[in-house]
């Protein structure tokens, strides 16, 4: 949930599984291609992983942060915003939901280091593919491999920067959204 990006929570749960399903399906599709060279191969891959990647997703980013369905997509998409770039969201009404956000997405980032052995192990295994289709296989395999391979260090190495970036922001947000909080209090 990191990852995503804030485009992703303008609308309702319906528009973020479409949104996300769709391009994680022409990503797939697009794979597909390279490796078999089969639009219809491709078409198959999209039409059927994009609604399961979809509504994955889109479940997960409920889950992660119920308070986002209290929100009009305006308010979700400027507390998105403000908290992923670390700005101050200058709106009292909306600093819980800076707050609760931040917290949701150190949970999500949390839950997603678990994983990090398993795309250790799949990086490995992919790099034995890669040599594997290099020497045996077509020259199509060998590229669409090493392709993979260089995804996944990718993910292994400059996601987990942008993440860390992402979630300073993150912190910085909460601070300020805690302090307009603070100044509004009645009383104080």
């Known amino acids: 949930m990191v990852m995503i ?3 992703a929570w303008r609308g309702g749960t319906v528009r973020r599984a479409v949104s996300i399903g769709l391009a994680a399906g ?13 639009w219809v191969g491709a078409a198959l891959a999209a ?3 994009s609604p399961f990647y979809g509504i994955r997703v889109a479940r997960r980013m409920n889950r992660a942060w119920p308070g986002a ?3 009009d997509s305006a308010d ?3 507390v998105v915003r403000a908290t992923r770039r670390g700005e101050d969201i200058g709106d009292a ?3 819980p939901a800076v707050i609760d956000y931040s917290s949701a997405l150190r949970t999500a980032r949390e839950k997603d280091r678990v994983f990090r052995w398993v795309l250790l192990l799949f990086a490995g295994l992919a790099v034995a593919l890669a040599l594997s289709d290099t020497f045996t296989g077509s020259t199509r395999d060998a590229l669409v491999s090493w392709l993979v391979v260089a ?7 400059w996601w987990p920067r942008k993440q860390s970036h992402v979630m300073s922001n993150a912190e910085r947000a909460e601070k300020l959204a805690r302090e307009v909080l ?4 009645p009383g104080e």
């Open 5 to 7: 990006p804030g485009w």
């Open 26 to 38: 022409v990503f797939f599709g697009a794979f597909v291609v390279a490796e078999s060279g089969s």
């Open 47 to 49: 039409l059927f992983l």
């Open 69 to 71: 369905r209290d929100l």
């Open 76 to 78: 979700r998409t400027a």
């Open 93 to 95: 009404r909306l600093a």
């Open 151 to 157: 995804f996944l260090l990718v993910e292994l190495t």
């Open 182 to 185: 603070r100044h509004n209090t």
